[in-house]
Nanobody, 121 residues
Framework: QLQLVESGGGLVQPGGSLRLSCAAS????????IGWFRQAPGKERERVSC????????DYGDFVKGRFTISRDNAKNTVYLQMNSLKPEDTAVYYC??????????????WGQGTQVAVSS
């Protein structure tokens, strides 16, 4: 079982930046696609981004529009989400997710506990 722990959330002003980290334990990390979902109050959880096990493929939700960048360091068992030009509508709990396979088309099998991101002036 892949254990995922998020960090890096917090309060930021509109237009600001945050970098989320997802630290994983488990020997299968380097063979799994990893990514992020988010859930705002009263809304359904939505997919933010995914990166394949080799980092050769990444995808983003339409709402990202070039503002976020996902990356991974397999030597450190960590995935990052750099979020720039943050908007109030980005406010949500962000969850790290581990896919069942190496690609982002497989299903999610592991979840982190979430980290709160609040964008407000």
């Amino acid at each position: 079982q892949l254990q995922l722990v998020e960090s890096g959330g917090g309060l930021v002003q509109p237009g600001g930046s945050l970098r989320l980290s997802c630290a994983a334990s488990g020997f299968t990390f380097r063979y799994r696609a990893i990514g992020w979902f988010r859930q705002a109050p009263g809304k359904e959880r939505e997919r933010v981004s995914c990166i394949s096990s080799s980092a050769s493929y990444t995808d983003y939700g339409d709402f990202v529009k070039g503002r976020f960048t996902i990356s991974r360091d397999n030597a450190k068992n960590t995935v990052y989400l750099q979020m720039n030009s943050l908007k109030p509508e980005d406010t949500a709990v962000y969850y790290c997710a581990g896919w069942m396979g190496s690609g982002c088309s497989s299903s999610v099998g592991s979840w982190g506990q979430g980290t709160q991101v609040a964008v407000s002036s």
